[in-house]
Nanobody
């Protein structure tokens, strides 16, 4: 069973950078759409960025131009490069693994990102 695992969160100052990594085992990784979401306390989960099997990407307006999503199918990994971080980016970031053809929709446990001086 696929279980995405996130890493790379931490504490960073405003204007700083972090790169999150999501690794998902299994043979379906190259066909999956990978997404990064975030959820802050008391707020709804929001989509940050996604990348499909054809490497088409999509971003939330709040992060476009600052965040970059990418994938490495050879490593079964997806990445979220986050630059120029702001305090409002503070949240738990979760990885999503989606293969609609096989009705597979899996979430990671999340990694905390805190932007503070």
């Amino acid at each position: 069973q696929v279980q995405p695992v996130e890493s790379g969160g931490g504490l960073v100052q405003p204007g700083g950078s972090l790169t999150l990594t999501c690794v998902a085992s299994g043979r379906l990784f190259s066909t999956a759409a990978m997404g990064w979401y975030r959820q802050a306390p008391g707020k709804e989960r929001e989509k940050v960025a996604s990348i499909n099997a054809l490497n088409d990407t999509d971003y939330a307006d709040t992060v476009r131009g600052r965040f970059t999503i990418s994938r490495d199918n050879a490593k079964n990994a997806a990445f979220l490069q986050m630059n120029n971080l702001r305090p409002e980016d503070t949240s738990v970031y979760l990885c999503n693994f989606l293969v609609p053809l096989f009705k597979i929709n899996r979430w990671g446990q999340g990694t905390q990102v805190t932007v503070s001086s």
